[in-house]
């Protein structure tokens, strides 16, 4: 009988971990998440500013998975807990045996709890409802104050991003970008629009190399947004933040983007876990103290060979979810795991429009246009191949019946 691999989680690290034991045809893969897509989470900024539609973010799990063959399927639930010993995955409506199982649930944004009102205050974008629900009560408010002032914003529309990592940046620079052609293009003239970021540190992007906090700097200066430094939320209320317990900003709207923490699933787990609720794992992938049972992605804590942990990003994702899936098939076929092998080639940050800085594999390093082109070139070719991927299992759906003689008449 071939054996069964459940991988709970449709996002980078699981789609990846889905097509290395789909190829494979070595066993039975089932793929269970609680949406039916997988949300391009790294073009969230562009959803947000008007830059794409809801249908460029997202990749459909049900035809990925039915474009594999009849040995891979897929199951709509929200999986609560796992029964180690027994080998059985619960969800709200399922319940599935498992011969390996692997974890890719992700994380989600770390609304910090002593933080008063942060989390009622305050928007996040790392979910796809969550980015709509943002780009849709922005827009509304937006628009209500148009409407009060005449078409005139007289007084400052104010915009906060509290956190000046990755995201936080990429949606500060496409918002401000957003807003100058907002200027240009509308007739309800609305200059007195205003984008704060606001960081712990000295600068954005802390932690990464210098070449790329240089050009986001300058990038979000030349976009007017004005970044508030050595500044910690320490609370929020409906329209006012409160910075290091004494200075106040007023905002109309506010993003949160300041950290993660491992999805919920984790809460309940028996394993061992980081500060951040992340699962400990060790060098295989594997989760600790549970033979068959693997982790990737932000669910997990990643390191590199060295053992230096590895920021949560979609790169680091899609390869544990390729090292833990490739070992799943080394122990089906009865051969000794390989140790993961995670290497950063580099990084992109998407500052606004047709501007882009990156660096990749430690020597090219280009800004501007140029590093918009290859960083769209780069991203839209990963959704390109899922997208080709999915056709051929939209290919394999059931034609619907026709239901009247209109539709025979006509769309026939």
């Not at 940046?169 to 509308?186: G, L, P, Q, T």
């Not at 200066?221 to 329209?239: A, F, P, W, Y």
């Not at 990084?347 to 140029?370: E, P, Q, R, T």
Request: glycine share 8%.
């Amino acid at each position: 009988m071939r054996p069964r691999v459940v991988i709970v989680g449709g996002g980078y690290a699981g789609v990846k971990a889905l097509k290395v034991l789909a190829l494979s045809n070595l066993c039975d893969v089932l793929l269970v998440d609680q949406h039916p897509y997988h949300y391009l989470q790294t073009e969230a900024y562009e959803l947000i500013a008007n830059e794409c539609s809801m249908t460029r973010v997202m990749i459909d799990l049900v035809a990925l998975c039915l474009s594999y063959g009849d040995h891979v399927s897929f199951i709509k639930d929200t999986i609560r807990g796992i029964d180690f010993d027994a080998k059985c995955i619960s969800g709200e409506l399922t319940c599935h045996t498992y011969d390996y199982a692997i974890l890719c649930t992700g994380s989600r944004t770390a609304f910090n709890a002593h933080v008063q009102g942060l989390r009622e205050h305050s928007h996040g974008v790392k979910t796809l409802s969550g980015a709509l629900n943002f780009k849709q009560q922005f827009e509304q408010r937006l628009y209500k104050r148009m409407e009060s002032e005449g078409g005139w914003c007289s007084e400052p529309f104010n915009i906060v991003v509290g956190g000046g990592g990755l995201s936080g940046v990429e949606i500060a620079a496409e918002m401000a970008h957003y807003i100058r052609v907002f200027h240009r293009d509308n007739t309800l003239t609305c200059d007195n629009i205003h984008i704060f970021i606001i960081i712990p540190h000295e600068t954005v992007l802390e932690g990464m190399e210098n070449y790329l906090i240089t050009k986001a700097t300058r990038r979000l200066m030349t976009l007017g947004v004005k970044i508030v430094n050595h500044s910690r939320i320490t609370s929020v209320e409906e329209h006012t933040l409160i910075l290091n317990e004494k200075e106040a900003l007023c905002f109309d709207f506010m993003i949160f983007t300041g950290g993660i923490i491992a999805s919920t699933l984790t809460a309940d787990l028996d394993v061992t876990k980081n500060s951040k609720s992340q699962i400990i794992v060790d060098k295989y992938c594997r989760v600790s103290f549970r033979e068959c049972v693997f982790a990737a992605g932000d669910i997990a804590q990643l390191s590199d060979t060295d053992d230096v942990i590895l920021p949560s990003t979609a790169q680091s994702a899609e390869q544990s979810g390729v090292h833990a899936a490739n070992n799943i098939v080394l122990l089906i076929q009865n051969r000794a795991m390989r140790p993961s092998n995670i290497n950063m080639q580099g990084m992109m940050v998407a500052l606004g429009g047709n501007y882009a800085a990156i660096s990749l594999f430690g020597w090219i390093k280009v800004s501007g246009l140029a590093g918009h082109i290859i960083k769209t070139i780069i991203m839209r070719t990963y959704r390109y191949i899922l997208h080709l991927q999915c056709v051929k299992g939209v290919e394999k759906l059931p034609k619907p019946k026709s239901i009247c003689s209109f539709q025979k008449k006509y769309f026939s």
